[in-house]
Structures are given as structure tokens and as C-alpha cells.
């Protein structure tokens, strides 16, 4: 038996990093085979570095590079690794638990796996900049779609001394962040850490968000130590430039394991339907009170989302980037589904017969 499966997991040296029962369990017909279990802990060109229960090593992900861009090694996979040999091989990864994914910038749509077995997606967002909370609602469609919970952090909270216009930033984000955990931290003063540094104890965290955000700063509050380098925001725009070119996962003193993730400029979806949905929590409870099954809450009689809107109870901002969401998705989704490509066109028809037929009636009464 390798020495890896007969270990105690509690006690196994890649418990830190999230070694569990179950990934023990995952494991054993690669450890029948004499291959050593390994987290990835940084993905750089076709090679990768491997926390194993021997030390870090550096391997090779030749033979587990598919076609398919969402199935190549990540940050945060756990895998299978040769024992030796130069050079060394991933021979596979163990199928992950969650993923946090996103489309690509080409033209080709296709999706990119940002990191892979998180537990909670730490969406940084500045308080040096106004806030952006179309961002902050697209970032938590990734991260619910991703399988983690999302939690959101406003940094350099140092900047708003105000208590009241820190509350008021709060309940902000909130009311675009149904379900999800809000915190104001500020890495300079330490405010704030303890609450965070409770949260990413339990598990796999991924920071997420644009550069400038803090993320690095907030990692090495996290980590005790300058780990991660960190360079100033541009006074001109209150923007940052990349610091972390890479996805680098890390032991936190506290216990669990952080992944800090390059600033992303992009943040397009990717079959991210369900996510949008619990982003969008109070439009979708409301959708389910509309005269229609089917409505698209435009200018449908009965829709009770449109009710809301006019009432107050739901901010027109909100529905509108729902639905921005939502057509940036399926356009995304109909690009690699036939079958929806055909759904789109015959609703696209169906809505303009019937915008025709509205037309044709507008102009018998005008005759």
C-alpha cells in the first residue's frame, strides 16, 4: 500500500492543504499505481508546482493537457503526480469539487478555469473607487456558479473614517449581494482582519477582483508576512497595475489554504445561468408572481417584477443589469449550443411577429 493512503488524514502532511477523507478516497487507484498525491499550487507555461507529503516539486502536465481548456491542470487541482523522473509527470487530476470559470477575451468564447476545489470566493473590492456594483454582481454570478460562497470585502476601508458613509457603502453592496457575507476591512489599520481571517480558515478561499482591489496586501495580512509583492494604485484613476501574474496558492498560519488571483480587467460569464439566478434572488421570487410563465418582464400585463420597479421595492438598476447578465450568458451559451442557437432564433422570430402584428393593429386605429 503507498504510504500516502495508510497516513491518517488528520494527520497527513498535505492536511493543510485540504487533504480530506474523501480526496483520500479519490486517490487510492492512483496510489495503487505507485503515483504520489499533490496539490497544485501554481500553474506556469505546461509545468506546475506540486505540494506533496515530500516537499514542493516541479512537474509536467504533458499528458493531461486536453483539447478542452477547462480540463487543463489549475491552481488548486489535486493530482496525481509521478514519483520520480526527469522530467516528472502529472499523470491525472482528481475530479474537482468545485471550479470557478470564466469566458475568454477570443473570439472563439472559450472558457478559461481560473481556479479549482474553492470554498469561498473573496470578491475585493476598493474603497478608494466608486463602487461599481454592476461588477461586484457579475464577479458573485461566477462565484455561485462556481459551487463556492462568495463573500465580498471592501477594502482600505481606512479611507471612509466615517462610520455612517461606511454603513451606507455597506447596505450598498448588500442590496446586490443577497445570501452573500459583506465586510469592510482595512489591511493598514487590521480592521476588519479577524472576521475575514475566521472565514478563509475553513477551507480553499480564492481572492478575486479587479487590480488595484488590494488583493495582495490583503493576502499578506492574511499570510503574516510580504509574501506577495505590492505596488501603488495610479493617483490619475485610483487603478492598479498587474502585481500577481500568476495564481499562487498558499498555507494560511490560521489553517486553510488561499489562492491569489492576477487583477481581472475581463470578468465575461460562462454558463453561468444559475449564478445570475442567485445573484438576481428577489427578481427571480418575484418572477414566480408574474401573469406569465414565460415572461420576460418588459412590458408583459401582470408582471410583477415591473410592479416592483414602479413601487420601489426593486431598484430599476437591479433589473437592468439582470438582464444584461442574462443576454451576455445566453449569447455566450448559444455560441457552443446548437440547439439553444435554434431556441434564440424562434423567440427571436416569435417576439418580432409579434411586435409586427402590434404594429399592424397601431396602424388600423390610426386609419
Known amino acids: 500500500m503507498n504510504s500516502s493512503s495508510s497516513v491518517p488524514t488528520s494527520s497527513h502532511a498535505l492536511a493543510p492543504y485540504g487533504w480530506d477523507d474523501a480526496w483520500a478516497d479519490a486517490f487510492a487507484p492512483h496510489a495503487a499505481e505507485g ?19 515530500g516537499g514542493t516539486l516541479r ?17 488548486g487541482d489535486w493530482v496525481a503526480v509521478e514519483p520520480g523522473g526527469n522530467p516528472r509527470y502529472v499523470r491525472a487530476y ?8 470564466r469566458s475568454t477575451s477570443s473570439k472563439r468564447s472559450e472558457g478559461q478555469i481560473l481556479a479549482a476545489n474553492v470554498d469561498h470566493a473573496v470578491v475585493a473590492v476598493s474603497l478608494a473607487a ?37 454603513a451606507h457603502l455597506v447596505r450598498d453592496v448588500e442590496t446586490s449581494a443577497p445570501g452573500v457575507p459583506v465586510l469592510t476591512v482595512s489591511a493598514r489599520d487590521g480592521d476588519g482582519l479577524d472576521v475575514l481571517a475566521a472565514i478563509t480558515s475553513g477551507g480553499t ?36 497595475r498587474h502585481t500577481t501574474t500568476t495564481r499562487n496558492l498558499l498555507a494560511l498560519p490560521g489553517g486553510g489554504v488561499l489562492i491569489d488571483t492576477p487583477g481581472l480587467r475581463g470578468v465575461g ?17 418575484l418572477a414566480g408572481d408574474c401573469r406569465f410563465h414565460d415572461c420576460a418582464h418588459e412590458s408583459e400585463p401582470g408582471c410583477a417584477v415591473l410592479e416592483a420597479v414602479e ?18 450568458n445566453q449569447y455566450i451559451v448559444a455560441k457552443t449550443d446548437a440547439r439553444l442557437r435554434a431556441e434564440i432564433r424562434k423567440d427571436w422570430k416569435r ?11 397601431k396602424r388600423g386605429r390610426l386609419r
Open 351 to 361: 417576439k418580432g411577429a409579434i411586435g409586427r402584428a402590434a404594429m399592424e393593429a
Open 269 to 285: 460569464l460562462w454558463d453561468a445561468s444559475a449564478g445570475v439566478g442567485q445573484v438576481f434572488a428577489e427578481i427571480e421570487e
Open 59 to 75: 512537474a509536467d502536465t504533458a499528458f493531461v493537457t486536453p483539447h478542452d481548456p477547462l480540463r487543463v491542470v489549475c491552481t
Open 35 to 53: 503515483l504520489l498525491p499533490g496539490r497544485v499550487i501554481r500553474v506556469d507555461r505546461g509545468q506546475c508546482d506540486v505540494v506533496t507529503a
Open 205 to 240: 478561499s480564492v481572492l478575486l477582483g479587479q487590480s488595484g482591489a488590494g488583493k495582495s496586501t490583503l493576502a499578506n495580512a492574511l499570510l503574516g508576512e510580504d509574501v506577495m509583492d505590492v505596488r501603488a494604485v495610479r493617483d490619475v484613476d485610483g487603478k492598479g
Open 130 to 166: 466608486e463602487l461599481d456594483l454592476a461588477r461586484i454582481e457579475r464577479f458573485l454570478a461566477l462565484a455561485w456558479e462556481s459551487g463556492a460562497q462568495p463573500v465580498v470585502v471592501l477594502t482600505k476601508a481606512d479611507l471612509v473614517p466615517d462610520a455612517v458613509t461606511r
Open 311 to 328: 413601487t420601489g421595492e426593486l431598484p430599476h438598476r437591479r433589473l437592468e443589469s439582470y438582464r444584461k447578465l442574462l443576454r451576455e
Open 94 to 101: 482528481l475530479p474537482r469539487r468545485t471550479a470557478f470559470v
